[in-house]
């Protein structure tokens, strides 16, 4: 043996002996986790539900649509009664999204956070307000909609809901 692993068994044994009988400490530090925001929390959340119903619309696919007359659409299953309602404006709306100066892809992406906020709180009738200008939303906003599984109908919305330039869409409303 070298004089060096000599001192190193003298160093180690020195050490046990030192620290013979030494108890572990118990660990005492409380770690607090950090205060969440809940209204932070709450509007990441509902950012995060409007993209995730974005995915429902596609620019590529197109609906078959009835091109006479006014803009009209009913889900397979569902009476021709409700959307001539919803003409007649029986349904009124408790939940208005107004597009006007949106791009198409912001449109799309609030018209998905529209109809979440709409099954969230169980409302049945909303007006999508398009406008007319370019009559690029005008065209987008049924075909978008016809594409989404819990919108039912929607019939181009009576004058005092803006008329041309806006739908009055019937959601179903899923049983809890």
């Known amino acids: 043996m070298s004089k060096k692993d000599t001192e190193m068994n003298d160093d180690f044994a020195l050490f ?10 118990a660990q005492d530090t409380i770690v607090r986790q950090p205060k969440r925001n809940s209204k932070q929390k709450e509007i990441r959340r509902d950012a995060r539900e409007a993209s995730d119903t974005e995915f429902y619309f596609s620019d590529e696919f197109v609906p078959l649509l009835s091109q006479d007359g006014p803009t009209r659409y009913a889900r397979d299953g569902v009476s021709h009664y409700e959307v001539k309602r919803l003409r007649r404006g029986v349904y009124i709306p408790d ?3 107004d597009m006007h100066g949106m791009t198409q892809q912001e449109a799309k992406r609030e018209l998905g956070a529209m109809i979440a ?11 999508v307000q398009h406008g007319i200008g370019k009559h690029i939303l005008k065209q987008k906003a049924p075909l978008w909609l016809a594409q989404h599984p819990d919108v039912m109908a929607f019939h181009q919305a009576p004058l005092e809901y803006g008329g041309n330039g806006a739908l009055l869409v019937l959601l179903s409303i899923p049983d809890k």
């Open 117 to 127: 906020y709409c099954i969230k709180n169980e409302v049945s009738c909303a007006c």
């Open 16 to 25: 046990r002996d030192a620290v013979q009988g030494v108890k572990k400490l």
């Open 95 to 97: 939940v208005f999204l």
